[in-house]
Nanobody, 123 residues
Framework: QVQLVESGGGLVQAGGSLRLSCAAS????????MGWFRQAPGKEREFVAV????????YYADSVKGRFTVSRDTAKNTVYLQMNSLESEDTAVYYC????????????????WGQGTQVTVSS
């Protein structure tokens, strides 16, 4: 099993920045990729970004490309999401995810989920 704990959410004005962190514990050697999904009120959960653990390769949703950066620190078993130029549409609960399998933009392909952290962008 892998446990994920997020931190760093909060309230920020439009145009501002936030950095989310997610620390993994447990059987971290089995992780293939870690990343982030989000869910806005009344909407389905959606892919945001993912990072391949071994190489650091990154993949993004079109809606955040150029504004968000996902990265990992393998020594700390932590993945980060740096969010810049935030917009009101970015308001959501952000979930950290991990998989032992492969890179995917589909919620069902991620075995491990954090509890979620709220990000609210005021306009």
């Amino acid at each position: 099993q892998v446990q994920l704990v997020e931190s760093g959410g909060g309230l920020v004005q439009a145009g501002g920045s936030l950095r989310l962190s997610c620390a993994a514990s447990g059987r971290t050697f089995s992780i293939y990729a870690m990343g982030w999904f989000r869910q806005a009120p009344g909407k389905e959960r959606e892919f945001v970004a993912v990072c391949r653990w071994s190489t650091g390769s990154t993949y993004y949703a079109d809606s955040v490309k150029g504004r968000f950066t996902v990265s990992r620190d393998t020594a700390k078993n932590t993945v980060y999401l740096q969010m810049n130029s935030l917009e009101s549409e970015d308001t959501a609960v952000y979930y950290c995810v991990a998989t032992r399998g492969y890179i995917s933009r589909t919620t069902d392909d991620y075995e491990y989920w954090g509890q979620g952290t709220q990000v609210t962008v005021s306009s």
